[in-house]
């Protein structure tokens, strides 16, 4: 079954039934995120499903150079969609950041991420306090601008809590419409369908070094295991602060984040002012 991989890689490439997801839905199919989603998305809203499957088929259509894409950036359904509906919604869009962006050294613990690394944890995030380790953290960089614009906040780790803590409740009760998500450019490729399935518009933002190549290095990063810490370039960094402070802000200097679960929301004394 293993030699399977390579002939639903070509399917992904030749675009099959315009899908770029086969290579990944026929490595997961047994696994438990796999499951969950199929069981508590797909099969309980199957119209949803296959209308917004249907959205999916004409996004993948419409896109040119659409691999080389995965390893940049990607707006889902568009650029124009994605701003119009952010400026629309009440809340801000969710902020994903991977795991994999902590700081990390396995001979020096002083030199790694204080709260950890494979979880939703954050120093910086629960308490509002730093180490000097943190500040060249980019979770630290691009949450303290989400606090400042109030976007929520959602440290990503396995497939499965993705799932959880963000797919389901979209599809269900619609609380997270809108998302900027930075992944490695697997991701990006297995994560679109979800995406439409669930109802979110979304910026994808890929990671421009660190990041996992294929579903081998992918599954162990999944299950916890990476070595390699993620980086983003100062143009995509840039990119990624101007796309956030330019949304909405609050008028209080006395800001923090609450958590629920493992999403962080941005918290004020005072109520919230738009940013013009």
Not at 1 to 9: E, I, Q
């Amino acid at each position: 079954m293993a030699k399977l991989g390579p002939f639903f890689d070509r399917l992904d490439k030749k675009s099959f039934l315009l899908f770029h997801v086969w290579e990944f839905a026929y490595r997961s199919f047994f696994k438990e995120y796999a499951r969950l989603f199929f069981l508590k998305a797909m099969l309980k809203h199957p119209l949803k499903t296959i209308k917004r499957l249907r959205g999916y088929q004409r996004f993948i259509k419409a896109q040119e150079n659409l691999f080389s894409r995965y390893k940049k950036s990607l707006v889902v359904p568009d650029e124009e969609a994605f701003h119009n509906r952010t400026r629309e919604l009440e809340e801000r869009p969710l902020l994903g950041l991977g795991f994999c962006l902590k700081p990390y050294d396995p001979k020096d613990p002083s030199r790694s991420c204080p709260s950890g690394r494979a979880n939703h944890d954050c120093l910086y995030l629960e308490t509002g306090r730093t180490q000097n380790i943190c500040l060249g953290c980019a979770i630290y960089r691009l949450a303290k601008e989400g606090m400042n614009s109030g976007w929520s906040v959602y440290i990503m780790t396995s497939a499965k809590d993705i799932a959880t803590d963000f797919l389901l409740p979209q599809i269900e009760s619609d609380k997270f419409p809108a998302a900027v998500l930075l992944l490695c450019p697997y991701s990006v490729q297995a994560i679109l369908p979800s995406l439409f399935i669930c109802g979110i518009d979304a910026y994808l933002a890929a990671y421009d070094s660190g990041y996992c190549k294929d579903y081998k290095e992918w599954r162990l990063a999944d299950l916890g295991s990476k070595e390699d810490r993620t980086s983003l370039s100062g143009e995509s960094m840039e990119k990624l602060l101007n796309l956030i402070s330019r949304s909405y802000t609050f008028a209080s200097s006395s800001r923090a984040f609450k958590r629920e679960c493992n999403i962080f929301y941005p918290i004020s004394l005072d109520k919230p002012s738009s940013r013009k």
